[in-house]
């Protein structure tokens, strides 16, 4: 199959974007699902008989999610479901997912490890995957997945994952696009820059932290990006993305 990446697919629907021997990436029809808040991009990694959830999203999300990941991977082979950072946007399903997949680690940054208590988490030695600040790799099956450190993008311990068999930069908060626009996959580039702005100059720390993330990306092959919010960037404009972010002014770069 390889590849999926067509500006047609729906934003409400479950896709395989990426598919190659026993590799698998899927879209998780996340977005558009809640009537109220802030809409999420979920995804599902698979290698072999084991897979990764990438934020799952709040708790209204979750009975879609379950069930569109069901299609492909039995609950009990997911070995990690990772969160990018703390927000609930992010992780305000997890107690769910612990009672439906008790096996699987929690991923998260090393700070906020001392959160999970609030989401009922109790035996954090045994649940818990902290992510250490410099990052860390992801063994799914045999995918090494790469956890890449992207602090203060808008989290103080926030990270974006790399799958050197897709190419795909799962990007969290950074590519964030909010606005009434219905696609998926950027379209057109210019017109999705009107979306992207105005969150990332509120949400982004400083041009340093921007600068120095763009910089880490550039030695990667990466095919598509895709966040946790707005619409997937794929391989065609994410130079003109990194590019964006080289050069935004954002959060105290503004302060005056």
Same mark, same amino acid.
Not at 3 to 25: Q, T, W
Not at 87 to 93: A, I, T
Not at 133 to 139: F, V
């Given at each position: 199959?390889?590849?999926? +990446?067509?500006?047609? +697919? ?6 395989? @974007? ?7 990436? =899927? ?25 990764? $959830? $990438? ?10 999610? $379950? !069930? ?12 990690? /479901?990772?969160?990018?950072? %703390? ?18 680690? /929690? ?5 906020? /490890? ?9 035996? $954090?030695?045994? =649940? ?33 994952? !790399? ?12 590519? /964030?696009? +909010? ?46 990006? @895709?966040? %946790? ?8 404009? =994410?130079?003109?993305? +990194? ?11 503004? =302060?005056?």
């Amino acid at each position: 199959m390889g590849y999926n +990446l067509e500006p047609g +697919l729906s934003p409400s629907e479950d896709a395989v @974007l990426f598919e190659e021997r026993d590799h698998k990436v =899927v879209y998780l029809g996340s977005r558009g699902s809640s009537q109220q808040g802030v809409d999420v991009l979920s995804y599902l990694v698979i290698n072999g008989d084991e897979g990764l $959830i $990438i934020d799952p999203g709040g708790y209204h999300l979750f009975p879609k999610t $379950i !069930y569109n990941i069901s299609k492909y991977i039995d609950l009990d082979r997911i070995k990690f /479901i990772y969160f990018c950072h %703390q927000d609930p946007d992010v992780c305000g399903s997890l107690p769910m997912w612990r009672d439906v997949c008790p096996q699987a680690k /929690i991923a998260i940054g090393e700070l906020w /490890i001392r959160f999970l208590p609030h989401f009922g988490v109790e035996n $954090i030695d045994e =649940v818990a995957y902290p992510i250490p600040k410099d990052g860390c790799t992801l063994n799914v099956g045999k995918a090494p997945i790469e956890a890449i450190p992207a602090h203060y993008m808008h989290s103080p311990n926030h990270f974006t994952l !790399y799958d050197p068999i897709s190419k795909f930069l799962f990007s969290g908060d950074i590519g /964030i696009a +909010l606005g009434s626009f219905n696609y998926l996959v950027v379209k057109d580039w210019i017109e999705h820059l009107d979306y992207l702005y105005p969150p990332h100059r509120t949400l982004m720390a400083s041009n340093r932290v921007t600068k120095l993330w763009a910089e880490r990306v550039k030695k990667l092959e990466v095919k598509a990006i @895709l966040p %946790q919010h707005g619409a997937i960037i794929t391989e065609e404009n =994410v130079k003109y993305f +990194l590019k964006f972010m080289e050069n935004l002014k954002c959060g105290v770069d503004l =302060v005056k």
